[in-house]
């Protein structure tokens, strides 16, 4: 499983749901990641969202690797 982090607070995401992701081209400063869950009520992640086909011809898997 892979754990994801709030790039706003830092914080682990336990809802990937909810997530807001943003492109690289948006990125400002990100936090630095930290064990504590994020408490934001739109966790951010730097980083094109799942299944985001990017132009450069690569398809991300639907399964990331274990
Ligand atoms: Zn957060």
Same mark, same amino acid.
């Given at each position: 499983?892979? +754990?994801? !982090? =709030? !790039?706003? =607070?830092g914080g682990? $995401? &336990? +809802? %990937? +749901? *909810? $997530? &807001? /992701?943003?492109?690289?081209?948006? $990125?400002?400063?990100?936090?630095? %990641?930290h &064990? #504590?869950f =994020?408490?934001? #009520? *739109?966790?951010?992640? /730097? @980083?094109? %969202? %799942? @299944? /985001?086909v990017?132009s &450069?011809?690569? +398809?991300?898997p639907? !399964?990331?690797? #274990?």
């Amino acid at each position: 499983m892979v +754990e994801i !982090h =709030c !790039h706003a =607070c830092g914080g682990f $995401i &336990s +809802e %990937p +749901e *909810r $997530i &807001s /992701y943003l492109l690289p081209s948006n $990125i400002k400063t990100a936090a630095a %990641p930290h &064990s #504590a869950f =994020c408490m934001c #009520a *739109r966790p951010v992640v /730097y @980083g094109p %969202p %799942p @299944g /985001y086909v990017s132009s &450069s011809g690569m +398809e991300m898997p639907d !399964h990331p690797k #274990a």
